[in-house]
């Protein structure tokens, strides 16, 4: 049987974690970015479908494409962190099938009628391992909504030659090291009693 995560890493996941408003000027090296999506990557998919796609985003190049499609209160941090991801779904996931599930054959096939439900659904469960994964390894996120999709989505995917053309934007999340001074108080949540059944 697996033994429980101890405390330590049950604050820095989910219990002292916040969602961030704004960086330090701490620099966040590629091989840990690496080292983050090596750990969402195994997290759990429909028959490993895999269908989520991320385009991290940290030159300045890359930056100044992003943000004119931020809304006006999301600029200014996207702008501060290191590393902003568009966390993105494969709209052709299902053409990877016979890599990722290889023992049965026909299993591209079960996804002719619910590609986008499919993709939609895991991939923002990967783009969730993704989050869970950054902070296991010390970053901080601050995952947003509050942008132009269908000017993202026409940029960075629509427009493109490759593979990429087929991909989705689902939401975007900044990554780094965050300023604790610029995180708002803790909202509440629901207890289990509102928020859950046991049937």
Same mark, same amino acid.
């Given at each position: &049987?697996?033994?429980? /995560?101890?405390?330590?890493?049950? @604050?820095?996941? #989910?219990?002292?974690?916040?969602s961030q408003n704004g960086?330090?000027?701490?620099?966040?090296?590629? /091989?840990?970015?690496?080292?983050? !999506?090596?750990? %969402?990557?195994?997290?759990?998919?429909?028959?490993?479908?895999?269908?989520?796609? #991320?385009?991290? /985003? +940290? +030159?300045?190049?890359?930056?100044?494409?992003?943000?004119?499609?931020?809304?006006?209160?999301?600029? $200014?941090?996207? =702008?501060?962190?290191?590393?902003?991801?568009?966390?993105? !779904?494969? *709209?052709?996931? %299902? @053409?990877?099938?016979?890599?990722?599930?290889?023992?049965?054959?026909? =299993?591209?096939?079960?996804?002719?009628?619910?590609?986008?439900?499919?993709?939609?659904?895991?991939? +923002?469960?990967?783009? =969730?391992?993704? *989050?869970?994964?950054?902070?296991?390894?010390?970053? @901080?996120?601050?995952? &947003?909504?509050?942008?132009? &999709?269908?000017?993202?989505?026409?940029? #960075?995917?629509?427009?493109?030659?490759?593979?990429?053309?087929?991909?989705? =934007?689902?939401?975007?999340?900044?990554?780094? !090291?965050? @300023?604790? +001074?610029?995180? *708002?108080?803790?909202?509440?949540?629901? $207890? #289990?009693?509102?928020?859950?059944?046991?049937?």
């Open positions: &049987m697996a033994h429980p /995560v101890n405390d330590h890493a049950l @604050d820095i996941i #989910f219990r002292d974690a916040r960086y330090l000027d701490r620099p966040v090296p590629e /091989v840990l970015i690496r080292a983050v !999506y090596d750990l %969402a990557k195994m997290g759990p998919t429909s028959a490993n479908c895999s269908p989520a796609r #991320f385009v991290f /985003v +940290t +030159t300045p190049e890359g930056k100044e494409r992003l943000m004119p499609f931020m809304s006006a209160g999301n600029r $200014e941090k996207t =702008a501060a962190a290191p590393w902003t991801v568009i966390l993105a !779904y494969d *709209m052709r996931f %299902a @053409d990877k099938i016979p890599q990722l599930f290889p023992h049965n054959p026909g =299993a591209k096939n079960w996804f002719d009628n619910n590609t986008e439900e499919t993709a939609f659904r895991n991939g +923002t469960l990967q783009a =969730a391992y993704l *989050m869970l994964a950054a902070r296991s390894l010390g970053l @901080d996120c601050g995952p &947003m909504s509050g942008f132009d &999709m269908a000017g993202v989505n026409r940029e #960075f995917f629509e427009s493109q030659e490759g593979e990429e053309q087929h991909w989705r =934007a689902n939401f975007i999340c900044n990554l780094g !090291y965050g @300023d604790k +001074t610029k995180i *708002m108080e803790r909202l509440p949540r629901l $207890e #289990f009693d509102e928020g859950c059944r046991i049937l």
